[in-house]
C-alpha cells in the first residue's frame, strides 16, 4: 500500500523521540500499569470486541478466533512459562465505548496488550488510549486505510487488508471490462469515507469516472431512497463501501428489486458473519483475506480446530481467521524476544514475516515495518449458488 505523506519522523512522533530508540531516548507511557511484565503470572489480555451495534456478529466472530488462539497456546503451557488470561467486554460499535474499554482494561485490570476492533472509529479511540500508556494494541479486523495511515501508531499493528487493498484487486479490470459509469454507496463514517475515496481514485485512474457518490448513515435499514436514485443513474457499477448489519440490510433490498441483474455490484468487503447470516441474498464480487474452502496445506485442520469450540457459525471465516493469526503472532513475537516487554516485542513484530504455509494463503506475508500493516493476499470472491454448507 503507499506510504504517501507518512515519514518515519511522522509515525514515531509522539511516542518515541525522532532520534530512534537509544540509550538517550525515552519511551513514554505509565509503565506502572504494565507491571505484570515483570512477575510470574499469567499475561493479562484485553479484547475489546463488540457484542452490539453494527459490527457486534463481527466482533464475537473476531473474539471466537482470538479466545481459540489463546486456548491452543495455553494447552501448550502458555508463552514464556505463563499462561494467558483475558478479559473482555462490548464495545458497542461506539468509539466512547471503545476508549472507555480501553482506559479501564489497561488502568484497572492491568492489560499488558489490547486486542480488537472492526469499526474504525472504535479502533482510533482505542489507539489513542493505547497509545497514551505504551500498550500494544492489535487491531484484528478495522479496515479503514486511515488505520495504518494518518492515524497509525507505534504501538498499533493491523492485521486486516484495508479498503485500498480490496479495492486494487478488482476496479482496473471492472472499469475495462464492464464500464466507466461508477456510484459509489458509502457509510458515512471514515471507513466509508476512505473507502470510496480511494476506489474513486483508482476508478478515475483506469479511466472511469464517478457520476455520484450517496453517503448512507451508520444503522440505516431501509435503502429506499439510495436504490431509487441507482435506477435513475443507471451506473455501470456500483461500489459498496456500507459494512456490518448495514450491507446484509442492503443486499436482501437490493435483491428484492432485482437490482443485481443488469447492473454490475462491487462490494469492497464481505465479513464472514454478514455473508453466514444472509446468504441467499449475497451478490457481485467483494474482497477477503481468507476462506474456508482453500485447497492449501493447514485449511482443513484449523477448520475442524475451530469446530470443536462449537460457536454459533460452524465454520471460520476471515474475521475469526485475523484476530486468530494476530493472536497467534503476537505469542510467538515474545517468544522471539523472550520477554513480554513492550518496546522488544514491537521490534519483533515490525520485523514480522509470515509463509504462506503459516498463513494458509496463496503468498507469504510481512508486517511493513513503517505503517504497521499486515502485507498479505487478498482474494476476490462471488456467491457459490450450491453450497456444500449447511
Known amino acids: ?22 540509550g538517550a531516548t525515552t519511551f513514554f507511557g505509565p509503565w506502572k500499569h504494565n507491571t505484570v511484565y ?32 489463546i486456548d491452543e497456546i495455553n494447552a501448550k503451557g502458555g508463552v514464556l512459562g505463563r499462561k494467558i488470561a483475558f478479559v473482555t467486554a462490548d464495545t458497542e460499535t461506539t468509539p466512547a465505548t471503545g476508549s472507555r474499554v480501553a482506559e479501564r482494561f489497561i488502568t484497572r485490570e492491568d492489560c499488558t496488550v489490547l486486542f480488537g476492533a472492526v469499526h474504525s472509529g472504535v479502533a482510533n479511540a482505542i489507539t489513542q488510549v493505547a497509545a497514551k500508556y505504551g500498550t500494544i494494541y492489535m487491531n484484528t479486523n478495522s479496515s479503514a486505510p486511515s488505520e495504518a495511515g494518518e492515524n ?76 431509487l436514485k441507482v435506477q435513475q443513474l443507471k451506473p455501470d457499477v456500483v461500489a459498496t463501501a456500507i459494512g456490518g448489519d448495514d450491507i446484509k440490510a442492503l443486499r436482501t433490498q437490493v435483491s428484492s428489486l432485482n437490482l443485481e441483474k443488469g447492473i454490475a455490484w462491487i462490494n469492497n468487503q464481505q465479513d464472514w458473519p454478514d455473508v453466514w447470516g444472509a446468504p441467499d441474498s449475497l451478490f457481485g464480487v467483494f474482497g477477503t483475506t481468507w476462506y474456508h474452502k482453500l485447497k492449501l ?27 486468530y493469526m494476530a493472536t497467534r503472532e503476537l505469542f510467538r513475537a515474545m517468544e522471539r524476544a523472550g520477554s513480554t516487554n513492550n518496546i522488544k516485542v514491537i521490534k519483533e513484530l515490525e520485523n514480522l514475516k509470515v509463509s504462506a504455509v503459516e498463513r494458509m494463503q496463496h503468498f507469504d506475508a510481512y508486517m511493513d515495518p513503517v505503517t504497521h500493516q499486515m502485507q498479505q493476499t487478498i482474494y476476490l470472491a462471488r456467491r457459490n449458488m450450491k453450497p456444500a454448507d449447511k
Not at 485442520?301 to 460452524?314: C, E, L, M, N, S
Open 152 to 227: 497509525c501508531s507505534r504501538v498499533k499493528f493491523v492485521w486486516d487488508g484495508n479498503g485500498t487493498n480490496f479495492s486494487k484487486a478488482a476496479v482496473k479490470n471492472a472499469v475495462q471490462g464492464i464500464g466507466k459509469n461508477w456510484l459509489l454507496l458509502t457509510n458515512d463514517y471514515v471507513w466509508g469515507h476512505t473507502t470510496s475515496n480511494s476506489t474513486k481514485a483508482l476508478v478515475e485512474a483506469a479511466g472511469g469516472k464517478i457520476i455520484d457518490n450517496l453517503l448512507v448513515p451508520q444503522n440505516t435499514r431501509d435503502f429506499t431512497s439510495y436504490l
Open 1 to 22: 500500500m503507499s506510504k504517501k505523506g507518512i515519514s518515519r519522523r511522522r509515525f514515531v512522533g509522539g511516542t518515541v523521540a525522532a532520534a530512534g530508540l537509544t
Open 38 to 69: 515483570a512477575q510470574n503470572k499469567p499475561i493479562k489480555l484485553g479484547l475489546t470486541c463488540d457484542a452490539s451495534g453494527q459490527y457486534g456478529d463481527s466482533g464475537q466472530d473476531d473474539l471466537r478466533g482470538i479466545k481459540m488462539a
Open 297 to 323: 496445506p493447514g485449511v482443513d485442520d484449523f477448520v475442524k480446530r475451530w469446530q470443536a469450540t462449537k460457536g454459533p457459525i460452524p465454520v471460520p471465516g476471515n474475521v475469526s481467521y485475523n484476530g
